[in-house]
C-alpha cells in the first residue's frame, strides 16, 4: 500500500513563490509515476503536471507551464513542486498523485493513489 503525504502549502502574495513536497511510501520509488492535481473551490479538479519514474519527462498544464516546475528525488521517496510567479487563480487544494508504470497520464482516473491535499491560497 502506497501512502502520500503533502506538505508546503500555505498563504503568499501573488508574484510569490512556494515549493510544495509529497513524501511518499512504498518500495521502488523510481517506478512510479507521479504528479499533481488541483481542486479550486465550485470547480473540477484539474491537470496540473507530472514526471516519469526516472525524471526524464515532465508533462504541465497550460496554465502553470514556464512558472512551474516538477522534481523528484528517488533517493528521498520525494516529489516537489517549485510554484513562481503565483497568481490568485493558483489558488486550490493541491493533490500529489501516483502511478505505476511509464506512461504520464493527465486524467484523474488513470492515479491509483492520492494524497489528502494540502492548501495554497494567493492573495491579490
Known amino acids: 500500500q502506497v501512502q502520500l503525504a503533502e506538505s508546503g502549502g500555505g498563504l503568499v502574495q501573488a508574484g510569490g513563490s512556494l515549493r510544495l513536497s509529497c513524501a511518499a511510501s512504498?518500495?521502488?520509488?523510481?517506478?512510479?509515476?507521479m504528479g499533481w492535481f488541483r481542486q479550486a473551490p465550485g470547480k473540477e479538479r484539474e491537470f496540473v503536471s507530472a514526471?516519469?519514474?526516472?525524471?526524464?519527462?515532465?508533462f504541465y498544464a497550460d496554465s502553470v507551464n514556464g512558472r512551474f516546475t516538477i522534481s523528484r528525488d528517488n533517493a528521498k521517496n520525494t516529489l516537489y513542486l517549485q510554484m513562481n510567479s503565483l497568481k490568485p487563480e493558483d489558488t486550490a487544494l493541491y493533490y500529489c498523485?501516483?502511478?505505476?508504470?511509464?506512461?504520464?497520464?493527465?486524467?484523474?482516473?488513470?492515479?491509483?493513489?492520492w494524497g489528502q491535499g494540502t492548501q495554497v491560497t494567493v492573495s491579490s
Open positions: 512504498g518500495r521502488t520509488f523510481s517506478s512510479y509515476t
Open positions: 514526471i516519469r519514474g526516472l525524471g526524464d519527462r515532465t
Open positions: 498523485v501516483l502511478r505505476e508504470g511509464t506512461r504520464v497520464p493527465t486524467t484523474m482516473s488513470e492515479y491509483d493513489y
